[in-house]
């Protein structure tokens, strides 16, 4: 989409000229006599592109190059000069101008080159915005909910976040480990240099090492080419290593020596790298009862566990259900180009009584299918799993392998399917009508709608 273009030249006639030739093709253009009036357009208005004179009443748009650039990084300026001065094109570059036309010898020139200044532009625009959608993303402020257990995280996390201190995440799988570590690193002295995320329980010992470690050429069969590892990659910025628990012993005392010395060796070198990285890393499991075992190293658990903080559980905070479900249902209807479903009470309430095992994760799964199953409806019970659709507040835990609860869960399906008729589901049971009723009575089934 053409943006919009301010000429700056105080020869009326051929700004007005200059002026046609731009809006033919689609431009949106501004004029100005001087650098006065000029400014008050550029305060005013959101302008791309400036086309200005080198030689202006009230000063050089030279100079004034550099003056626009300094208030509106984002402006590319074109300078015009009468006469093709290679010193002021020179200087104009310097300035941060984006190139320099010859008046009327290059008209030819003038629509290609603002096409190619407006790209760098709309560029320009583009990575700014995701750079803010980024930051945003994973910064304080955006990790939901008002519960006190995820605000006591979220508060030792916006702390310990500048201080540039190794820190250990601890909690569930799903609970938003990743989350965290990258809104630590986005609120920390360390913004905007490498966060990099390495799962130690997806590689086996030797691909841990050389994804983690880097290799020198010949290191190994194929090993044709030196490669820099992750920790290297982060240098400067911050390595998060998720399930931190899973690292074998020997690779563990290589971590421990880039947490003591700042610096490793890697395969096949002889001689040390260092590196400046700040590492977080993250559990599943008490490190402490695995280094008694002999599992994890109890030096390494010491080191990273200078900062430890505890992500809690969604069944801790299933007060933030309703606001993670109304979040996450706009991100999936988005996802399927359709517009926000509504959410049903009954539908929330279905959502708290459940125990969310997978935590955040799963509850994401399970939102993501019922915005589907729904197909533009509000989302209400039927949307979503069996399982959530029996839970009730009167339910006890189902054994996956005792009788009773076997048949009980199967009995609450068969009333579930016939909408509680009774009859109907005695009949599907292929049992008496006397001995369904006794079994729901058994089975505290009464409140079963």
């Keep these: 989409m053409p943006g919009t273009v301010l000429i700056i030249d105080d020869e009326e006639k051929l700004r007005s000229l200059t002026k046609r030739i731009i809006a033919l093709e689609g431009f949106n253009v501004l004029e100005a006599g001087n650098i006065k009036s000029a400014q008050k357009i550029i305060e ?55 190139d320099y036309l010859t008046k009327g010898d290059d008209n030819n020139r003038i629509i290609p080159l ?32 008002t519960s006190r257990p995820i605000r006591d995280a979220i508060e030792q996390a916006s702390k310990v976040a500048p201080a540039d201190t190794t820190v250990l995440l601890l909690g569930e799988t799903g609970t938003g480990k990743e989350v965290f570590a990258q809104a630590i690193h986005n609120n920390s002295k360390r913004n905007g240099k490498p966060f990099v995320a390495l799962n130690c329980s997806a590689f086996s010992r030797e691909l841990l090492e050389s994804e983690l470690f880097g290799y020198k050429a010949g290191a190994f069969t194929n090993a044709n080419r030196d490669k820099k590892g992750l920790i290297e990659e982060a240098n400067t910025g911050t390595i998060f290593l998720d399930e931190i628990g899973e690292m074998p012993l020997d690779l563990q005392s290589k971590l421990l020596r880039v947490l003591e010395t700042g610096e490793f060796i890697k395969v096949g070198d002889t001689k040390p790298t260092k590196v400046n990285v700040r590492i977080i890393a993250a559990t599943n499991r008490d490190l402490k009862e695995e280094s008694q075992k002999g599992h994890f190293r109890e030096d390494l658990y010491y080191r990273l566990n200078v900062f430890a903080i505890t992500l809690p559980p969604l069944r801790e905070r299933k007060k933030d259900i309703p606001q993670l479900a109304e979040y996450f249902v706009g991100i999936f209807s988005a996802k399927i180009n359709q517009r926000k479903q509504k959410v049903t009470p009954a539908f929330i309430e279905k959502l708290q009584l459940h125990e969310w095992k997978g935590n955040i994760r799963e509850l994401k799964n399970v939102l993501e299918r019922a915005v589907i199953m729904a ?75």
């Excluded at 030689?55 to 004034?64: E, F, N, T």
């Excluded at 583009?126 to 945003?136: A, C, D, F, M, Y």
Aim: proline share 3%; glycine share 6%.
């Design 114 to 145: 603002l096409n190619r200044a407006l790209e760098k532009v709309q560029l320009q625009k583009r990575i700014e915005k995701l750079e803010s959608q980024v930051g945003k993303k994973y910064s304080f402020d955006t990790i939901l909910g």
């Design 44 to 98: 005013k208005e959101e302008i791309d592109v400036v086309l200005c004179d080198v030689k202006l009443p009230d000063g050089s748009g030279v100079d004034y190059a550099r003056t626009i650039k300094e208030k509106n990084p984002s402006i590319e300026i074109i300078l015009l000069t009468a006469y093709g001065n290679i010193p002021d094109g020179v200087q104009a570059i310097k300035n941060g101008a984006f």
């Design 375 to 449: 197909g533009g409806d509000d989302l209400a019970v039927e949307h979503l799993p069996l399982d959530l659709q029996i839970a009730d507040k009167a339910s006890t835990p189902l054994s996956a392998f005792d009788l009773a609860s076997v048949e009980k869960l199967h009995i609450i399906r068969v009333l579930y399917h016939t909408k509680n008729n009774k009859t109907e589901a005695a009949r599907l049971l292929n049992i008496g009508l006397a001995t369904l009723y006794r079994k729901i009575e058994e089975y505290g089934l009464n409140h079963q709608q």
